[in-house]
């Protein structure tokens, strides 16, 4: 089964993204309030896919992401955030191998659209 | 300065062309390189005369007598050019006046009284009779030395024998000659002692002069012949002379009034932002501070308004104060080597009183400024980051609730049943609008804008976690004074709560002479400042922009007044 883990600040989200996550078939193997612990715990975790929000009270998420591509064995890194595509520009560049999905279209069909099959 | 350096120039220039022409013409002697040599030093005597300040007038009339008597070589330059010789004749008729406009205009370069004016009006006429007629009928004799051999431009075509009116001439000018020298014995009589020895080097050179002049005249009369040239050389003497003697004047005059007297008729012409400069030269330092008091502000500022501390001065320097120590009219910050001169420093400062008094009105208008540009920028400032700040609640707050609220409606399509979703989408939800609510009442609070400023106050006082005993009446006021009145408070009231380590506070407003004065006060630790880029700047911005002040007062330990005045009509 696909192992995810969830990164985000703001626990609500991170409560309800998890369960929306299980209703879409998916295992959650693990949840992340900010950059530090979310690299420990894919490192210790090794998930299949990371949820990563953009911003990160200590880190930019866009960081975190260029790490845990490069990583051996890497994650599929889908980066999240509140904010639109349009906020962020049509000729931005999301790190090489990321995708990118705004929080108001999470939903269990985009989720199964996004996920590689192992 | 730049008039008469091109002036001076141009004399010199003329000379050189006496110099060279005449040697062309094999006429030059040792007379002609004295007088080119005594006109070059003279132009120099005038020119140095011109860098004085309030001295150019004089030097300009010095040389514009050069000048003419310059060009009274032409006619020997050019002997046979009709152009040349139609300027020389004026020129000629036209000396002893400017001759007489220079002396009698000493020191200052103007005529003095209506006396003065005839005698220079006068000259100025018969020296044109006096040339006009060589410039209407002079025809030439044959004569092949003389000067000029042709005739002016003005030439009538028809001459007749003038030998008679050249006596008649100089009998006018013998007495003009007099009235000039009774003029000048009237004006040395009348003279107090001091002044006197400032018009003896000039009497000495116009004695000289007008000897030479009437001896030339007494000459003309008999029809004699003077030995050896004598009165060339008298003539061309003067042209040294007499500046050397205006200058000599001109030292004695400012040895006797010393460096105030230059700082007195200085400032009496300085431009607005020119005392600084005015001092620094009368006291000779050239790194000199000027700080205008203003006690509006209880400040110092340079001529220009910018903000100064004299006491911050720096090394060997050190600060003169000018005016009552209590209520100081201005300060000098100078090297400290110039106490030594205290009397002269102190002089100064006297004698700058009237022009300190402007230049401090003037500081003040342009420290207004200052001031104005610097917290207009501030405000742009200040709102911008309230701009960012509102995004930014506005993201981290209702809507990651609201995308919180969709997750959850999400899983309720496939769980409708699960009523601790349903529980969590309502809690969302409720946040949410709490949040939207807050954030409306930190834009603009509904109370203000319904129930007016006393109200809003006390809701304000209500919500905050200390206690705060609010003395406000149900007056309302211009909806920007009521805005920035409320903000104020609120930005004090959570100033206290941050900082002021107290429990309670007290908020008064109250109408009082067509002005709104609120005072926000506690009783904790203090400490608080203005700074640039503190809330507390923001606030003295707000409140200037809708025309009031606001004092801070808080000493350490001593707790925290903000006390704020706006007018507010009656």
């Not at chain 1, 089964?1 to 693990?30: K, N």
């Not at chain 2, 001076?8 to 006496?18: N, R, S």
């Not at chain 2, 007379?31 to 030097?59: C, N, T």
Request: proline fraction near 5%.
């Amino acid at each position: 089964m696909t192992r995810i883990l969830i990164v985000d600040d703001h626990p609500s989200f991170r409560r309800l993204a998890s369960q929306l996550v299980v209703a879409a078939g998916y295992a959650v193997v693990g949840e992340a309030a900010d950059a530090a612990s979310a690299l420990d715990e894919a490192a210790r975790l090794r998930p299949d896919v990371v949820l990563l929000d953009v911003v990160l009270p200590d880190r930019s998420g866009l960081a975190v992401a260029g790490e845990l591509v490069s990583s051996p064995d890497p994650p599929q890194v889908v980066l999240i955030s509140s904010r639109s595509r349009s906020d962020f520009g049509e000729s931005y560049e999301w790190p090489e191998g990321c995708s990118f999905l705004p929080k108001h279209e999470l939903t269990v069909t985009r989720l199964k659209e996004l996920v590689r099959q192992p | 300065m730049r008039l008469a350096a091109a002036v001076g120039a141009g004399v010199v220039a003329l000379w050189a062309v006496d110099v060279v022409r005449q040697n062309e013409l094999g006429v030059g002697d040792a007379g002609l390189a004295f007088y080119a040599v005594a006109g070059v030093v003279s132009v120099g005597v005038a020119l140095a005369i011109a860098r004085h300040p309030g001295r150019e007038r004089l030097a300009l009339v010095i040389l514009g007598w050069l000048f003419v008597s310059a060009l009274d070589d032409l006619a020997v330059d050019w002997p046979t050019s009709r152009s040349a010789t139609t300027v020389w004749m004026l020129a000629h008729g036209l000396q002893p006046a400017v001759y007489g406009l220079m002396v009698l205009s000493y020191p200052s370069g103007r005529l003095r009284d209506r006396g003065d004016r005839a005698l220079v009006g006068a000259a100025t006429a018969l020296g044109l009779v006096w040339m006009g007629v060589p410039l209407l009928f002079f025809r030439p004799n044959g004569c092949a030395v003389c000067a000029p051999r042709v005739s002016s431009f003005l030439y009538t075509g028809t001459t007749f024998d003038y030998g008679f009116l050249g006596k008649v001439f100089a009998a006018c000018f013998i007495v003009i000659g007099a009235a000039f020298v009774w003029l000048l014995v009237r004006r040395l009589a009348a003279a107090p002692a001091g002044a006197r020895v400032t018009l003896l080097p000039l009497g000495f050179a116009v004695l000289f002069a007008t000897a030479e002049f009437v001896a030339q005249r007494i000459v003309t009369l008999g029809g004699w012949q003077a030995p050896f040239g004598v009165l060339d050389w008298l003539d061309r003497g003067n042209a040294l002379v007499l500046p050397l003697a205006i200058l000599v004047g001109l030292a004695e005059i400012r040895r006797r009034r010393g460096p105030l007297g230059d700082l007195v008729v200085e400032l009496r012409t300085a431009q607005p932002g020119e005392v600084r400069l005015a001092l620094a030269r009368t006291l000779g330092d050239p790194t000199l501070e000027l700080a205008l008091w203003l006690p509006d502000r209880n400040s110092f500022v340079r001529e220009d308004g910018t903000p100064i501390d004299p006491q911050a001065s720096g090394e060997r320097r050190t600060v003169t104060t000018i005016g009552p120590a209590a209520e100081p009219l201005a300060a000098i910050v100078h090297d400290e080597r110039l106490l030594g001169q205290r009397t002269l420093l102190e002089a100064a400062g006297s004698a700058a009183h009237l022009a300190l008094e402007n230049a401090r009105l003037q500081a003040e208008l342009r420290a207004q400024l200052v001031e104005l540009n610097a917290s207009r920028s501030r405000i742009l400032a200040a709102a911008d980051a309230e701009r960012r700040r509102l995004e930014r609640d506005l993201h981290d707050g209702a809507q990651q609730r609201l995308l919180a609220l969709g997750l959850a409606l999400q899983l309720l399509r496939e769980r409708a049943d699960d009523p601790a979703l349903l529980e969590q989408a309502h809690a969302e939800l409720q946040q949410a609008l709490r949040e939207l609510r807050d954030l409306a009442r930190g834009i603009h609070p509904t109370i203000l804008t319904e129930q007016g400023l006393g109200a809003a106050v006390r809701s304000l006082a209500d919500r905050a976690p200390i206690a705060v005993s609010v003395h406000a009446d149900e007056d309302r006021y211009a909806s920007s004074i009521e805005a920035a009145v409320y903000f104020l408070v609120a930005e004090a009231l959570a100033n206290v709560v941050k900082h002021a380590q107290t429990g309670a506070a007290i908020v008064s407003l109250e109408r009082r002479d067509g002005r709104l004065v609120v005072d926000v006060s506690d009783d904790g630790r203090g400490g608080a400042t203005a700074a640039a880029d503190g809330g507390l700047q923001g606030l003295v911005d707000r409140i200037a922009a809708v025309g009031g002040t606001l004092t801070i007062t808080s000493g350490h330990g001593a707790g925290t007044t903000l006390h704020a005045e706006i007018p507010c009509g009656s």
